[in-house]
């Protein structure tokens, strides 16, 4: 039976009959392998197929005649050689068809991502296993060898690999839909608990519900301590890069941010009887402006800074910092309130000197004193200006040659006795050229002012309803009132218990190139100690210092990282018909060369702000510079020194170190300063001042 079993498989010819497809060519197929085939197998063969159409035609096999075929293959099994290999194939053909049903599984559930098969083409599954049997069994190998198993391998890795991949993508995408509706659910679980549904409705409508937040932040991104010029150029500076930032200005100063210079200038030549209230006044040019830099609709109240949609610039007036944790990143008010802060500008600024004579006096003289400084200042000398018979103010520097100027004006129509006394030997006199200041000298006196240079101030005591004043000299002046214009002490109180740096020789906080005390604090203004690259350390007490090292440090506490390489300038006006300004290092002390030219209409503080359109000059040109400074001879006259008690109309005045020109007065020169500001860059030295002095024009009628 072995033997007749062998003799029944198929040859090469029927294999290849096999293969082929379509009606006609398996019945060649057929026909060939029965050619081949002796006589007495050819009835054998008829007569199986009668019986594989019977069994086909009641419809058991459900594939007629290769079921048929197929059935008697196995039967024919049977022992030995022969029965094994028989054995094999029909596990083979159970592992084929357990592969189906998985492929057939994977199929349907595709099904939905799939276009819809056409016809015999979606049938991607063959298998000579899977396939209802023909009269001749076919494969690529010997049936259970390589070939086979191959087949196998690659229909059950296909399978699983694509169930893997299909189980992955719905898993990913399943979890990633449970992972954005737990994000939202905790956001609004927290906001929830952040904000009462009052609060959050006032959010959304951007106005503050009073009753349910506290009046002072915990927190605040920038902290600026102090509210003067400084941090108020900080404070936009920040708001300008970033335009989301919540800015909280701590300030003593009762008043909002304000220019302080018009205190001391055109404020007293306001013809508005109401300007203490409205603190608006004139420029030179004519144009009104109001001291303050924003209406109070430009801040953000304190309360809502945290809530507000787009941030903003809030200010908490007439509160004080005592107490700076640095480790901690926490500051502590006067009233024990902590606020805490990612970084945070210290921007106090400082307060007036006073004279030793005048601390020794009692509570009487002290009453009788104003240490100019703030609007409240302003106000209270203002009254008193229309209510005493003499005012003497003590400093003939800046502040104190501008009010003795401004109170001059009013000494002719009230008949108010207006006195300025000073140690040194003229107006200006640590600033500007002997001869300089003795021309100004004239001028302030011409103003109604009693000038008494060379007065150095012994003590002060209450005399009868007056004051009296005695000086070293034996000299004795009585007055009904002080005022102090001698300087300006940096507010540092804060350094002790920050741990901060105090410049033992300028005073002020040490910071770097950048304006940075720590890696998280930065100083401007009056308070900063910084160094010049060209002029060594400095500490300036200017406006224009302020406006440009406040914006530096905003910009640098927004990622900037820039340094303060910025020569600042400062000017001074007595009176809208004479006026100067000046850069890098004015001291009387060094060298000068002045050179001087008539002036003409053109040349006053008043034609000056006409032309920049600003009262505030520095506000035109604070970080101008020129490109390019090229001196070479030219034709046009040559200015000359004039000699003394000549008029010096318009001039410029170098000042000399090392024979390098370190700064610059342009008297009654204005519009001019990135010219200055480029020489003193360039540090070189000149053999000829006067040709240097044409590049600032000062020959033009």
Same mark, same amino acid.
């Given at each position: 039976?072995?033997?007749?079993?062998?003799?029944?498989?198929?040859?090469?010819?029927?294999?290849?009959?096999?293969?082929?497809?379509?009606?006609?060519?398996?019945?060649?197929?057929?026909?060939?392998?029965?050619?081949?085939?002796?006589?007495?197998?050819?009835?054998?063969?008829?007569?199986?197929?009668?019986?594989?159409?019977?069994?086909?035609?009641?419809?058991?096999?459900?594939?007629?005649?290769?079921?048929?075929?197929?059935?008697?293959?196995?039967?024919?099994?049977?022992?030995?050689?022969?029965?094994?290999?028989?054995?094999?194939?029909?596990?083979?053909?159970?592992?084929?068809?357990?592969?189906?049903?998985?492929?057939?599984?994977?199929?349907?559930?595709?099904?939905?991502?799939?276009?819809?098969?056409?016809?015999?083409?979606?049938?991607?599954?063959?298998?000579?296993?899977?396939?209802?049997?023909?009269?001749?069994?076919?494969?690529?190998?010997?049936?259970?060898?390589?070939?086979?198993?191959?087949?196998?391998?690659?229909?059950?890795?296909?399978?699983?690999?694509?169930?893997?991949?299909?189980?992955?993508?719905?898993?990913?995408?399943?979890? %990633?839909?449970?992972?954005?509706?737990?994000?939202?659910?905790?956001?609004?679980?927290?906001?929830?608990?952040?904000?009462?549904?009052?609060?959050?409705?006032?959010?959304?409508?951007?106005?503050?519900?009073?009753?349910?937040?506290?009046?002072?932040?915990?927190?605040?991104?920038?902290?600026?301590?102090?509210?003067?010029?400084?941090?108020?150029?900080?404070?936009?500076?920040?708001?300008?890069?970033?335009?989301?930032?919540?800015?909280?200005?701590?300030?003593?100063?009762?008043?909002?941010?304000?220019? !302080?210079?018009?205190?001391?200038?055109?404020?007293?030549?306001?013809?508005?009887?109401?300007?203490?209230?409205?603190?608006?006044?004139?420029?030179?040019?004519?144009?009104?402006?109001?001291?303050?830099?924003?209406?109070?609709?430009?801040?953000?109240?304190?309360?809502?800074?945290?809530?507000?949609?787009?941030?903003?610039?809030?200010?908490?007036?007439?509160?004080?910092?005592?107490?700076?944790?640095?480790?901690?990143?926490?500051?502590?008010?006067?009233?024990?309130?902590?606020?805490?802060?990612?970084?945070?500008?210290?921007?106090?600024?400082?307060?007036?000197?006073?004279?030793?004579?005048?601390?020794?006096?009692?509570?009487?003289?002290?009453?009788?004193?104003?240490?100019?400084?703030?609007?409240?200042?302003?106000?209270?000398?203002?009254?008193?200006?229309?209510?005493?018979?003499?005012?003497?103010?003590?400093?003939?520097?800046?502040?104190?040659?501008?009010?003795?100027?401004?109170?001059?004006? !009013?000494? !002719?129509?009230?008949?108010?006795?207006?006195?300025?006394?000073?140690?040194?030997?003229?107006?200006?006199?640590?600033?500007?050229?002997?001869?300089?200041?003795?021309?100004?000298?004239? %001028?302030?006196? !011409?103003?109604?002012?009693?000038?008494?240079?060379?007065?150095?101030?012994?003590?002060?005591?209450?005399?009868?309803?007056?004051?009296?004043?005695?000086?070293?000299?034996?000299? %004795?002046?009585?007055?009904?009132?002080?005022?102090?214009?001698?300087?300006?002490?940096?507010?540092?109180?804060?350094?002790?218990?920050?741990?901060?740096?105090?410049?033992?020789?300028?005073?002020?906080?040490?910071?770097?190139?950048?304006?940075?005390?720590?890696?998280?604090?930065?100083?401007?203004?009056?308070?900063?100690?910084?160094?010049?690259?060209?002029?060594?350390?400095?500490?300036?007490?200017?406006?224009?210092?302020?406006?440009?090292?406040?914006?530096?440090?905003?910009?640098?506490?927004?990622?900037?990282?820039?340094?303060?390489?910025?020569?600042?300038?400062?000017?001074?006006?007595?009176?809208?018909?004479?006026?100067?300004?000046?850069?890098?290092?004015?001291?009387?002390?060094?060298?000068?060369?002045?050179?001087?030219?008539?002036?003409?209409?053109?040349?006053?503080?008043?034609?000056?702000?006409?032309?920049?359109?600003?009262?505030?000059?520095?506000?035109?040109?604070?970080?101008?510079?020129?490109?390019?400074?090229?001196?070479?001879?030219?034709?046009?006259?040559?200015?000359?020194?004039? %000699?003394?008690?000549?008029?010096?109309?318009?001039?410029?005045?170098?000042?000399?170190?090392?024979?390098?020109?370190?700064?610059?007065?342009?008297?009654?020169?204005?519009?001019?300063?990135?010219?200055?500001?480029?020489?003193?860059?360039?540090?070189?030295?000149?053999?000829?001042?006067?040709?240097?002095?044409?590049?600032?024009?000062?020959?033009?009628?």
């Amino acid at each position: 039976m072995g033997v007749e079993s062998r003799r029944r498989r198929p040859g090469p010819v029927a294999a290849v009959a096999a293969r082929r497809g379509g009606r006609g060519r398996r019945r060649g197929g057929r026909n060939m392998a029965a050619a081949a085939a002796p006589p007495q197998r050819r009835r054998g063969r008829k007569t199986a197929r009668k019986g594989r159409r019977r069994r086909g035609s009641s419809g058991q096999w459900g594939g007629g005649n290769r079921r048929a075929g197929g059935a008697c293959a196995v039967l024919s099994a049977g022992s030995g050689r022969r029965g094994r290999e028989r054995r094999e194939e029909t596990g083979d053909m159970f592992r084929c068809r357990v592969a189906a049903a998985a492929a057939g599984g994977l199929v349907r559930a595709l099904r939905p991502l799939s276009p819809a098969p056409r016809g015999r083409a979606a049938a991607v599954l063959q298998c000579h296993h899977l396939r209802c049997p023909s009269r001749s069994l076919t494969s690529s190998g010997v049936p259970g060898k390589a070939g086979s198993n191959l087949l196998l391998y690659l229909i059950v890795g296909g399978t699983v690999t694509g169930t893997g991949a299909y189980y992955v993508y719905r898993t990913l995408k399943e979890n %990633k839909e449970r992972f954005t509706s737990r994000v939202t659910t905790i956001t609004t679980r927290s906001q929830e608990k952040e904000l009462s549904p009052s609060d959050t409705d006032a959010a959304s409508q951007g106005t503050a519900a009073p009753g349910a937040r506290p009046e002072v932040p915990s927190h605040v991104p920038f902290l600026l301590i102090g509210g003067g010029t400084a941090a108020f150029a900080a404070a936009r500076s920040i708001r300008a890069r970033d335009p989301g930032a919540r800015v909280l200005i701590v300030s003593e100063d009762p008043a909002l941010p304000y220019m !302080r210079p018009p205190l001391s200038k055109e404020l007293w030549f306001s013809d508005d009887p109401n300007v203490t209230e409205t603190l608006r006044f004139k420029q030179w040019n004519g144009k009104e402006r109001s001291i303050y830099f924003q209406p109070p609709s430009f801040y953000v109240p304190v309360r809502d800074l945290p809530f507000v949609e787009n941030g903003g610039v809030a200010v908490l007036c007439g509160k004080k910092v005592v107490h700076m944790d640095v480790r901690g990143n926490i500051v502590k008010l006067s009233d024990g309130t902590q606020i805490s802060y990612d970084k945070c500008l210290i921007a106090t600024g400082g307060s007036p000197r006073n004279l030793p004579a005048i601390e020794r006096a009692g509570k009487d003289v002290q009453q009788r004193l104003t240490l100019f400084r703030k609007i409240e200042d302003f106000k209270s000398l203002e009254k008193i200006s229309r209510e005493v018979k003499s005012i003497t103010i003590i400093g003939g520097g800046f502040l104190g040659s501008e009010l003795a100027c401004a109170l001059g004006r !009013r000494a !002719r129509t009230r008949g108010l006795e207006v006195i300025q006394l000073f140690p040194e030997n003229g107006n200006m006199g640590k600033v500007l050229p002997e001869y300089l200041s003795n021309w100004t000298t004239e %001028k302030v006196r !011409r103003e109604g002012v009693n000038v008494m240079p060379n007065a150095v101030v012994k003590s002060v005591s209450v005399c009868g309803n007056r004051l009296m004043i005695k000086l070293k000299d034996g000299r %004795k002046v009585e007055t009904d009132h002080i005022v102090a214009a001698v300087g300006l002490e940096p507010n540092v109180e804060l350094a002790k218990s920050a741990g901060l740096e105090v410049d033992s020789d300028f005073g002020g906080f040490r910071v770097n190139a950048e304006l940075q005390a720590r890696s998280n604090i930065w100083v401007a203004g009056d308070a900063a100690c910084f160094y010049d690259i060209k002029l060594g350390r400095r500490r300036v007490e200017h406006h224009d210092h302020a406006v440009v090292s406040g914006r530096l440090a905003g910009e640098n506490m927004t990622g900037a990282a820039k340094p303060y390489w910025h020569q600042s300038m400062f000017w001074s006006d007595l009176g809208p018909n004479v006026g100067y300004e000046a850069i890098g290092l004015v001291d009387s002390s060094l060298p000068t060369v002045g050179v001087f030219a008539k002036a003409t209409a053109k040349d006053t503080p008043k034609s000056a702000t006409e032309q920049s359109g600003t009262g505030i000059r520095s506000e035109s040109e604070t970080e101008a510079e020129a490109s390019e400074v090229h001196i070479s001879p030219s034709f046009s006259p040559t200015p000359q020194v004039p %000699k003394q008690g000549e008029d010096y109309g318009k001039g410029v005045i170098f000042y000399l170190r090392d024979k390098v020109v370190v700064g610059i007065v342009l008297w009654n020169i204005f519009n001019r300063m990135p010219i200055a500001r480029k020489i003193i860059k360039d540090g070189e030295e000149h053999d000829d001042l006067n040709e240097v002095a044409k590049l600032f024009n000062i020959h033009e009628e």
